[in-house]
């Protein structure tokens, strides 16, 4: 029992300083981006006009998001749905916010499929959004961004997932915060609460109004923060690398098939 404690007390460890780490960050990311686009801290003393988002600054343009340059799909699978193994498809149930991903709940499709298909590859940094499922007349949307080989190298949407691409790493990252204000909550909620099958499609997406990126401090947003998005990905990264090796050490560890003097040869 000792050797499994000290063994599984180090990952644990490095684990949770990685996860307080990307709280930190996503806090402060948070933080600056109520003090800049809800607060409108920069903006006191200039003129602000109303708009569907209320009050904001006259600078602050918006225009819908089918109006700016912008990327939008789901992905697919083949006839016969997931397979076993092959190239990972991420679902709904995965799209859960910066730093997650359960790799229990990972699906696949095969490799000649990924290599075919044109839709829902994700180079990493796009805006993914909870596309559709749950409960009858109850949508809660959902966003996240991966990256920098988390929670993969080489992966793929579902089609219960839309991937946004606004063709800009730091206006994604401004769109990740901007969709969870409650405008843009509210709206997506009640729309997806009203469908048969709870979710949206992406006219509803492209009609959602934001502030453009030819603002200066849209572009300072994402530049601040993008290097904040990095070190989450990289720490989510670390962390699944950790818990894979611990996964398959500690068995071996436990039973005496593995000795700690074994491992450090």
């Given at each position: 029992m000792r050797t499994g404690y000290y063994t599984y007390k180090p990952h644990n460890l490095s684990v949770r300083k990685n996860k307080r780490r990307n709280g930190n960050l996503e806090q402060q990311a948070q933080a600056l981006f109520k003090a800049w686009f809800v607060d409108f801290e920069p903006f006191k003393g200039g003129e602000f006009v109303e708009s569907k988002l209320g009050r904001i600054p006259k600078e602050l343009t918006i225009s819908k998001i089918g109006d700016i340059p912008h990327k939008i799909e789901s992905g697919k699978r083949p006839k016969g749905g997931a397979t076993s193994e092959g190239i990972p498809s991420i679902g709904a149930e995965n799209i859960k916010g910066l730093g997650f991903y359960d790799y229990s709940k990972t699906k696949y499709i095969p490799k000649d499929f990924a290599s075919i298909t044109n839709r829902g590859k994700i180079s990493g940094y796009e805006l993914l959004i909870y596309?559709?499922?749950?409960?009858?007349?109850?949508?809660?949307?959902?966003?996240?961004?991966?990256?920098?080989?988390?929670?993969?190298?080489?992966?793929?949407?579902?089609?219960?997932?839309?991937?946004?691409?606004?063709?800009?790493?730091?206006?994604?990252?401004?769109?990740?915060?901007?969709?969870?204000?409650?405008?843009?909550?509210?709206?997506?909620?009640?729309?997806?609460?009203?469908?048969?099958?709870?979710?949206?499609?992406?006219?509803?997406?492209?009609?959602?109004?934001?502030?453009?990126?030819?603002?200066?401090?849209?572009?300072?947003?994402?530049?601040?923060?993008?290097?904040?998005?990095?070190?989450?990905?990289?720490?989510?990264?670390?962390?699944?690398?950790?818990?894979k090796l611990r996964n398959t050490l500690l068995p071996r560890l436990m039973s005496g098939e593995l000795k700690i003097n074994d491992l450090n040869r």
């Open positions: 596309k559709d499922g749950g409960k009858p007349g109850y949508f809660i949307p959902n966003y996240t961004i991966f990256g920098e080989g988390f929670p993969f190298e080489y992966m793929f949407i579902n089609e219960h997932v839309f991937l946004l691409d606004l063709m800009s790493r730091e206006y994604n990252i401004f769109a990740y915060f901007y969709m969870q204000t409650p405008y843009i909550m509210n709206q997506l909620n009640s729309i997806g609460g009203k469908a048969a099958i709870p979710g949206i499609n992406t006219k509803d997406v492209e009609s959602l109004p934001i502030f453009t990126d030819d603002n200066k401090k849209v572009k300072e947003f994402g530049k601040i923060v993008l290097p904040m998005i990095t070190t989450i990905l990289k720490n989510s990264r670390e962390n699944a690398h950790l818990t």
